[in-house]
Protein backbone atom coordinates (compact mmCIF):
# COMPACT_ATOMS: atom_id res chain seq x y z
CA UNK A 1 0.00 0.00 0.00
CA UNK A 2 2.58 2.75 0.90
CA UNK A 3 4.60 1.81 -1.92
CA UNK A 4 1.98 2.28 -4.40
CA UNK A 5 0.82 6.09 -2.93
CA UNK A 6 4.80 6.72 -2.86
CA UNK A 7 5.66 10.01 -4.78
CA UNK A 8 7.79 9.31 -8.39
CA UNK A 9 11.04 8.35 -7.90
CA UNK A 10 14.06 10.38 -8.90
CA UNK A 11 14.54 9.07 -11.96
CA UNK A 12 17.09 6.23 -11.17
CA UNK A 13 17.69 3.52 -14.24
CA UNK A 14 16.12 0.67 -13.19
CA UNK A 15 17.76 -1.45 -14.79
CA UNK A 16 21.52 -0.59 -13.55
CA UNK A 17 22.84 -3.91 -12.56
CA UNK A 18 22.27 -5.93 -15.68
CA UNK A 19 24.11 -5.78 -18.63
CA UNK A 20 27.45 -6.63 -17.31
CA UNK A 21 27.64 -10.32 -18.85
CA UNK A 22 30.14 -10.73 -20.93
CA UNK A 23 29.34 -13.08 -23.70
CA UNK A 24 30.71 -16.18 -23.57
CA UNK A 25 31.13 -18.52 -26.61
CA UNK A 26 30.10 -22.38 -26.93
CA UNK A 27 33.72 -24.27 -26.74
CA UNK A 28 32.48 -26.84 -28.99
CA UNK A 29 31.26 -24.33 -31.94
CA UNK A 30 34.42 -22.24 -31.73
CA UNK A 31 36.16 -25.22 -32.07
CA UNK A 32 35.06 -27.63 -34.19
CA UNK A 33 37.77 -30.26 -33.18
CA UNK A 34 36.57 -30.23 -30.00
CA UNK A 35 33.85 -33.54 -30.04
CA UNK A 36 31.36 -34.62 -27.56
CA UNK A 37 31.90 -38.19 -26.18
CA UNK A 38 30.97 -40.16 -23.61
CA UNK A 39 33.73 -42.56 -23.44
CA UNK A 40 36.25 -39.81 -22.42
CA UNK A 41 35.55 -38.94 -19.17
CA UNK A 42 38.82 -36.46 -18.28
CA UNK A 43 37.12 -33.71 -20.76
CA UNK A 44 33.66 -34.38 -19.67
CA UNK A 45 35.23 -33.37 -16.03
CA UNK A 46 35.78 -29.99 -17.21
CA UNK A 47 32.15 -29.27 -17.42
CA UNK A 48 31.25 -31.08 -14.25
CA UNK A 49 31.63 -28.94 -10.71
CA UNK A 50 33.60 -30.69 -7.67
CA UNK A 51 30.28 -32.40 -6.40
CA UNK A 52 30.15 -34.26 -9.82
CA UNK A 53 26.82 -31.91 -10.79
CA UNK A 54 26.51 -30.80 -14.31
CA UNK A 55 27.40 -27.02 -15.29
CA UNK A 56 24.40 -24.76 -16.37
CA UNK A 57 24.66 -23.18 -19.72
CA UNK A 58 24.55 -19.79 -17.95
CA UNK A 59 27.87 -20.38 -16.62
CA UNK A 60 29.18 -22.89 -19.19
CA UNK A 61 28.52 -20.77 -22.27
CA UNK A 62 27.79 -23.50 -24.39
CA UNK A 63 24.96 -23.28 -27.05
CA UNK A 64 21.86 -25.19 -26.91
CA UNK A 65 23.01 -27.89 -28.66
CA UNK A 66 26.08 -28.80 -27.75
CA UNK A 67 24.84 -28.28 -23.91
CA UNK A 68 22.32 -31.26 -24.97
CA UNK A 69 24.68 -33.17 -26.28
CA UNK A 70 27.18 -32.30 -23.12
CA UNK A 71 24.00 -33.62 -20.90
CA UNK A 72 23.23 -36.94 -22.57
CA UNK A 73 27.38 -37.74 -22.55
CA UNK A 74 27.38 -37.10 -19.39
CA UNK A 75 24.84 -38.94 -18.04
CA UNK A 76 26.04 -42.00 -20.22
CA UNK A 77 30.04 -41.29 -18.77
CA UNK A 78 27.74 -41.63 -15.17
CA UNK A 79 25.62 -45.01 -16.03
CA UNK A 80 28.97 -46.61 -16.93
CA UNK A 81 30.93 -45.79 -13.94
CA UNK A 82 33.88 -43.09 -15.62
CA UNK A 83 32.10 -40.09 -13.82
CA UNK A 84 30.17 -39.80 -10.05
CA UNK A 85 26.94 -39.18 -9.89
CA UNK A 86 27.80 -37.47 -6.57
CA UNK A 87 30.97 -37.52 -4.31
CA UNK A 88 30.20 -38.20 -0.66
CA UNK A 89 31.61 -36.41 2.10
CA UNK A 90 32.16 -39.28 3.61
CA UNK A 91 34.45 -41.24 3.00
CA UNK B 1 22.36 -53.83 -40.16
CA UNK B 2 22.85 -51.40 -36.95
CA UNK B 3 25.69 -50.24 -36.04
CA UNK B 4 26.22 -50.50 -32.01
CA UNK B 5 28.85 -49.97 -29.47
CA UNK B 6 28.43 -51.61 -25.88
CA UNK B 7 30.95 -51.15 -22.78
CA UNK B 8 30.87 -53.81 -20.11
CA UNK B 9 32.61 -53.83 -16.85
CA UNK B 10 33.82 -57.19 -15.18
CA UNK B 11 34.75 -58.18 -11.44
CA UNK B 12 37.91 -56.63 -10.91
CA UNK B 13 39.19 -59.71 -9.40
CA UNK B 14 38.63 -62.19 -12.07
CA UNK B 15 41.23 -64.65 -12.93
CA UNK B 16 43.48 -63.92 -16.39
CA UNK B 17 41.53 -67.10 -17.61
CA UNK B 18 38.28 -66.00 -16.69
CA UNK B 19 38.72 -62.74 -18.31
CA UNK B 20 39.91 -64.25 -21.93
CA UNK B 21 36.96 -66.97 -21.64
CA UNK B 22 33.89 -64.29 -20.97
CA UNK B 23 35.56 -62.41 -24.00
CA UNK B 24 35.29 -65.29 -26.21
CA UNK B 25 31.70 -65.77 -24.88
CA UNK B 26 30.68 -62.54 -25.36
CA UNK B 27 32.16 -62.29 -29.06
CA UNK B 28 30.36 -65.98 -29.91
CA UNK B 29 27.50 -64.58 -28.76
CA UNK B 30 27.21 -61.36 -30.89
CA UNK B 31 28.08 -63.72 -33.77
CA UNK B 32 25.17 -66.26 -32.81
CA UNK B 33 22.53 -63.97 -32.79
CA UNK B 34 23.59 -62.87 -36.21
CA UNK B 35 25.84 -59.78 -35.34
CA UNK B 36 29.22 -59.31 -36.63
CA UNK B 37 31.96 -57.59 -34.42
CA UNK B 38 33.75 -55.28 -35.65
CA UNK B 39 36.23 -54.63 -32.65
CA UNK B 40 37.05 -55.14 -29.45
CA UNK B 41 38.68 -52.70 -27.10
CA UNK B 42 39.98 -53.46 -23.92
CA UNK B 43 40.48 -50.63 -21.66
CA UNK B 44 41.86 -52.82 -18.94
CA UNK B 45 41.56 -52.30 -15.02
CA UNK B 46 40.20 -48.80 -14.02
CA UNK B 47 39.10 -47.53 -11.10
CA UNK B 48 34.89 -47.19 -10.52
CA UNK B 49 33.75 -43.47 -10.59
CA UNK B 50 31.37 -45.26 -7.76
CA UNK B 51 31.61 -48.85 -6.28
CA UNK B 52 28.76 -51.73 -8.04
CA UNK B 53 28.16 -54.23 -6.32
CA UNK B 54 30.81 -53.55 -3.49
CA UNK B 55 33.58 -53.53 -6.08
CA UNK B 56 35.41 -50.77 -6.79
CA UNK B 57 37.77 -51.87 -9.88
CA UNK B 58 36.45 -53.10 -12.88
CA UNK B 59 38.25 -54.49 -16.53
CA UNK B 60 36.23 -51.83 -19.07
CA UNK B 61 35.79 -53.33 -22.69
CA UNK B 62 34.45 -51.60 -25.26
CA UNK B 63 32.70 -53.49 -28.34
CA UNK B 64 31.34 -52.32 -31.29
CA UNK B 65 29.31 -54.50 -33.79
CA UNK B 66 26.66 -54.55 -36.10
CA UNK B 67 23.56 -56.49 -35.70
CA UNK B 68 19.77 -56.55 -35.17
CA UNK B 69 17.75 -55.40 -32.58
CA UNK B 70 17.42 -59.10 -31.55
CA UNK B 71 21.56 -59.51 -31.45
CA UNK B 72 21.16 -56.59 -29.06
CA UNK B 73 18.71 -58.24 -26.75
CA UNK B 74 20.36 -61.30 -26.85
CA UNK B 75 23.75 -59.84 -25.69
CA UNK B 76 22.27 -58.02 -23.07
CA UNK B 77 20.51 -61.03 -21.85
CA UNK B 78 23.28 -62.67 -21.15
CA UNK B 79 25.44 -60.27 -20.12
CA UNK B 80 22.34 -59.80 -17.47
CA UNK B 81 22.63 -63.50 -16.61
CA UNK B 82 26.50 -63.50 -15.75
CA UNK B 83 27.37 -62.36 -12.32
CA UNK B 84 30.65 -61.67 -13.72
CA UNK B 85 29.72 -58.71 -15.31
CA UNK B 86 28.97 -55.64 -13.09
CA UNK B 87 27.45 -53.25 -15.42
CA UNK B 88 26.86 -52.86 -19.51
CA UNK B 89 25.37 -50.02 -21.55
CA UNK B 90 24.91 -50.77 -25.07
CA UNK B 91 24.96 -47.56 -27.14
CA UNK B 92 23.36 -47.07 -30.70
CA UNK B 93 25.98 -45.68 -33.11
CA UNK B 94 24.08 -45.50 -36.34
CA UNK B 95 21.08 -47.29 -37.94
CA UNK B 96 22.49 -48.56 -41.36
CA UNK B 97 25.82 -49.16 -41.28
CA UNK B 98 27.67 -50.60 -43.94
CA UNK B 99 29.41 -53.84 -42.16
CA UNK B 100 32.26 -54.46 -45.14
CA UNK B 101 33.17 -50.72 -44.83
CA UNK B 102 33.43 -50.72 -41.26
CA UNK B 103 35.92 -53.76 -41.07
CA UNK B 104 38.13 -52.26 -43.81
CA UNK B 105 38.32 -49.17 -42.25
CA UNK B 106 39.01 -50.83 -38.52
CA UNK B 107 41.56 -53.18 -40.26
CA UNK B 108 43.43 -50.09 -41.49
CA UNK B 109 43.28 -48.44 -38.00
CA UNK B 110 44.85 -51.52 -36.17
CA UNK B 111 47.60 -51.43 -39.12
CA UNK B 112 48.78 -47.93 -38.19
CA UNK B 113 48.68 -48.53 -34.80
CA UNK B 114 50.64 -52.06 -35.22
CA UNK B 115 53.65 -50.25 -37.81
CA UNK B 116 54.68 -47.69 -34.94
CA UNK B 117 54.55 -50.44 -32.41
CA UNK B 118 56.48 -53.05 -34.51
CA UNK B 119 59.43 -50.29 -34.65
CA UNK B 120 59.37 -49.77 -31.51
CA UNK B 121 59.77 -53.00 -30.76
CA UNK B 122 62.69 -53.01 -32.68
CA UNK B 123 64.39 -50.07 -31.10
CA UNK B 124 64.12 -51.97 -27.70
CA UNK B 125 65.30 -55.17 -27.43
CA UNK B 126 63.80 -55.70 -23.52
CA UNK B 127 60.17 -54.37 -24.36
CA UNK B 128 60.01 -56.36 -27.90
CA UNK B 129 60.54 -59.85 -25.99
CA UNK B 130 57.74 -59.37 -23.75
CA UNK B 131 55.79 -58.14 -26.31
CA UNK B 132 56.67 -61.58 -28.36
CA UNK B 133 55.39 -63.36 -25.14
CA UNK B 134 52.55 -61.56 -25.00
CA UNK B 135 51.32 -62.33 -28.58
CA UNK B 136 52.26 -66.24 -28.17
CA UNK B 137 49.63 -66.37 -25.15
CA UNK B 138 47.05 -65.07 -27.51
CA UNK B 139 47.19 -67.08 -30.36
Request: charged share 35%.
Amino acid sequence: MVTRNRPARPSRPRRKRRHFHRRKICRFCADGAVSIDYKDPKALRFFTTERGKIIPRRISGNCAKHQRMLTVAIKRARNIALLPFTTSTVK
Amino acid sequence: MRHYEIIYILKGDLAEEDYRALLEKVGSTVEKAKGQTIKVDEWGLKTLAYPIKKYHKGHYVLMEFCGGPETTRELERQLKLDDRVLKYQTVKISDQADVEALKAAQQETTKKEEEPAAEVEKASDKSGDSKGEEDGDKE
